[in-house]
C-alpha cells in the first residue's frame, strides 16, 4: 500500500469540477398506476417515504466519496468509491423493481466548460450510460443535458463530480510535462490523460453495472432485464422528442500516448466493484 503526497489541488479542481445543475425539467410523464381517488393519497404517502430514503442513501453516498476524496491512501480511495457506486446502484435497481417508479424521465443540465471540454462530456456520457442515462452536449453553452430516471440523475451528478476531483488530484500529481525543446506539453498531456480516464472508467462503470443488475435480480426475485430495456427506451424517446434530427458523433483522437496511458493507470487505480462491502457494514 503506497502512501499518498499531499498536494495542493485547489487549482485543478476548479479547471475540472463543474458548477451545480443549472436546471431540472420535467419530462415525459410516467406509465405507473392511475392517479384517482385513494389511490393517488396512497402514491403520495409512498412518495414522500422513498424520497426520504433516497435522501438516506445520498447522504450516505456523499459520505463514502468525500472519504476517497480525502483520504491519504489509494486502496481506501478504491474501497470508499466503489462501495458509493455499488450503494447507489443496488438501491436504484431495488426501488425500481419493487416500489416502482413513476416520474418518468427527466432532465439535468451539468456545466462542461473549457479547458478540457471535449474529454470531461466523454467522462459525464461514461458515468450517465453506467447509470441508465444518457446525454446531449451543448459545446457553444458550455453544458450537457442529461437525460434519464430522477434516481439515476442524482447518481451520475454525484459520481461525475467526485471522479473530476479524483481526475484532477491524479493529474495535479503526475505534474507538468516537456517536450525535448523544452517547450510545455502540459495542456496535450492532460487532454489525452482525461480522455483515457473517461474511456477506462466507462468500461469499468459497465463491467459494474451489469454485476449490479445480476444481484439485485436475484436481492428482488424479479428478472430486471425487461424493466431496464424499457427506460433505456424510454429515454431515448425523450432525447428524440426534444432533439428531433439530434446528430451523433463520436471521435477520439489521441495527441500525447504519456498522457493516456497515464489516464488509463489513474482510471484503474479509481476501479470500481460491486462486490466491494461497505465500510462499517
Request: glycine share 10%.
Given at each position: ?5 499531499r498536494i ?8 475540472l ?6 436546471s ?5 410523464p410516467?406509465?405507473g398506476?392511475g ?5 393517488h ?5 409512498r ?9 438516506k442513501?445520498l447522504?450516505?453516498v ?5 472519504k476517497?476524496e480525502a ?18 446502484t443496488r438501491?436504484n435497481?431495488t426501488r425500481?423493481?419493487?416500489a416502482?417508479d ?14 478540457y471540454?471535449?474529454?470531461?462530456a ?8 453506467a447509470?441508465?442515462?444518457r446525454?446531449?452536449?451543448n459545446?457553444p453553452?458550455?453544458h ?17 463530480t467526485s471522479l ?5 488530484a491524479?493529474?495535479t500529481r503526475a505534474?507538468?510535462?516537456?517536450d ?5 506539453r ?9 480522455g483515457?480516464y473517461?474511456?477506462?472508467i466507462?468500461e469499468?462503470?459497465?463491467?459494474a ?8 435480480s436475484?436481492d428482488?426475485?424479479a428478472?430486471?432485464v425487461?424493466?431496464?430495456s ?22 477520439r ?9 497515464a489516464?488509463?493507470?489513474a482510471?484503474d ?5 460491486t462486490?466491494?462491502g461497505?465500510?462499517?457494514?
Amino acid at each position: 500500500m503506497f502512501r499518498r503526497r499531499r498536494i495542493p489541488l485547489i487549482s485543478a479542481a476548479r479547471v475540472l469540477l463543474p458548477c451545480r445543475p443549472r436546471s431540472s425539467g420535467a419530462g415525459t410523464p410516467g406509465t405507473g398506476a392511475g392517479n384517482g381517488g385513494g389511490r393517488h393519497g396512497r402514491a403520495t404517502e409512498r412518495g414522500r417515504g422513498v424520497e426520504t430514503a433516497d435522501e438516506k442513501v445520498l447522504a450516505r453516498v456523499r459520505a463514502l466519496l468525500a472519504k476517497a476524496e480525502a483520504t491519504e491512501f489509494e486502496a481506501e480511495a478504491e474501497t470508499f468509491t466503489a462501495a458509493a457506486q455499488a450503494l447507489m446502484t443496488r438501491h436504484n435497481l431495488t426501488r425500481a423493481a419493487l416500489a416502482g417508479d413513476d416520474a418518468g424521465v427527466r432532465s439535468r443540465r451539468l456545466d462542461v466548460r473549457r479547458p478540457y471540454e471535449t474529454p470531461k462530456a466523454s467522462l459525464l456520457e461514461a458515468v450517465a450510460r453506467a447509470n441508465r442515462c444518457r446525454t446531449v452536449w451543448n459545446r457553444p453553452l458550455g453544458h450537457s443535458t442529461v437525460f434519464g430516471f430522477p434516481a439515476d440523475l442524482e447518481a451520475v451528478e454525484v459520481l461525475f463530480t467526485s471522479l473530476l476531483l479524483q481526475a484532477a488530484a491524479a493529474m495535479t500529481r503526475a505534474g507538468a510535462r516537456r517536450d525535448a525543446s523544452g517547450r510545455s506539453r502540459t495542456r496535450s498531456f492532460r487532454h489525452a490523460f482525461l480522455g483515457a480516464y473517461a474511456a477506462r472508467i466507462g468500461e469499468r462503470l459497465r463491467e459494474a453495472s451489469g454485476e449490479a443488475v445480476r444481484q439485485a435480480s436475484a436481492d428482488t426475485g424479479a428478472d430486471l432485464v425487461p424493466l431496464l430495456s424499457g427506460r433505456e427506451r424510454a429515454v431515448e424517446e425523450e432525447i428524440a422528442r426534444r432533439f428531433p434530427g439530434l446528430a451523433r458523433r463520436s471521435a477520439r483522437r489521441v495527441v500525447n500516448a504519456e498522457g493516456w496511458h497515464a489516464g488509463i493507470a489513474a482510471a484503474d487505480r479509481a476501479v470500481i466493484d460491486t462486490h466491494a462491502g461497505l465500510p462499517g457494514s
